[in-house]
């Protein structure tokens, strides 16, 4: 800029999209050739020889424009989005002063209470109560297995989870419910002939013990299984009563043998009494006699 001169003109300011394609355009023209400055042009016909290249070429660097950055919300739109925003409308009386609602109870149906009374009757009238889960299997295997049973006296009921656990839940028995959750029976009998129930099950592996209560006691699956390996109760009261019967026989023996052998010592003291009032040899007393053996 020259001293005391006029200032130069000024250029006028381009938008990015009013010469971009034109000057694109021409770069497309010197990488071809055909641009200003370029060699001579090629007949198009021509074939490409192998060692030509462009003249231009450009290559793109750098990454994309990331766009999406965030941005704090217009101050304005803050306001409205909190003056907008949903707010619950309150309860015109206070629940605590409204009316409890009556809770209708579903009444049962008589066919629902015989059967519940029926499970009752099970439970207060067996010694030995089951649970076993039932799988499917062919109705010849179940009416095998109800034949074998009942040759002990053993019964099988099918109860419904909905009729026994309300019953359970109200009784002494109310430890049984974890077991009464699919589909489930119950072999009872009124004597507790565990070991004929085990030796059936085996040969049914479609019913899976999982518990029993057996003389009102709540017993697992290995608490059965030992159960079953104890003695009979016959067996085990004479095996008690012959224990108990030792001991007193034994101390009553203890007990007489001092005055039994007190008196021995006094009979054969009289009888050498009398034999030197009388002067005839004493005869030997039985103790005398049965230590000279």
């Given amino acids: 800029m020259r001293a005391g001169g006029p200032p130069p003109p000024l250029r006028p300011l381009r938008s990015r999209g009013q010469d971009g394609g034109a000057e694109r355009r021409r770069r497309r023209a010197m990488a071809a050739g055909r641009g200003p400055g370029a060699g001579p042009e090629r007949c198009p016909c021509a074939p490409l020889s192998s060692g030509w290249l462009p003249a231009l070429q450009f290559v793109r660097r750098g990454s994309k424009a990331v766009t999406r950055h965030w941005k704090a919300m217009h101050f304005q739109r803050q306001k409205l989005m909190a003056v907008t925003e949903y707010v619950a409308p309150r309860p015109a009386v206070p629940p ?3 009316a409890p609602r009556k809770e209708t ?26 649970v076993c889960q039932y799988n499917s299997m062919p109705g010849e295997d179940v009416v095998l297995m109800r034949h074998y049973l009942r040759k002990h006296n053993i019964e099988v009921k099918f109860v419904l989870n909905e009729i026994v656990r309300p019953v359970l839940s109200q009784s002494k028995y109310k430890n049984l419910l974890p077991l009464f959750v699919a589909r489930n029976i119950l072999l ?25 209560c057996i003389d009102d006691t709540i017993l697992s699956r290995k608490g059965v299984e030992n159960f079953a390996k104890l003695p009979s109760l016959e067996a085990s009261q004479g ?28 009979d054969q003291h009289i009888r050498r009494l009398q034999a030197g009032e009388t002067g005839s040899p ?6 005398q006699s049965s230590g000279a053996h």
């Fill in 96 to 98: 605590r002063c409204l």
């Fill in 105 to 130: 109870r579903e009444e049962d149906n008589g066919y629902v209470r015989l059967l519940r009374r029926q499970v009752e009757e099970v439970f207060r009238n067996n010694r030995l109560i089951a």
């Fill in 188 to 212: 009872v009998s009124r004597e507790a002939k565990v070991k004929e129930m085990l030796r059936v099950l085996k040969g049914v592996p479609q019913i899976n013990l999982l518990g029993a």
């Fill in 239 to 266: 095996q008690t009563v012959g224990a108990l019967a030792l001991l007193p026989s034994q101390t009553s023996s203890l007990l007489q043998r001092g005055s039994a052998h007190l008196t021995a010592l006094l």
């Fill in 282 to 287: 004493a005869e030997p007393g039985p103790a």
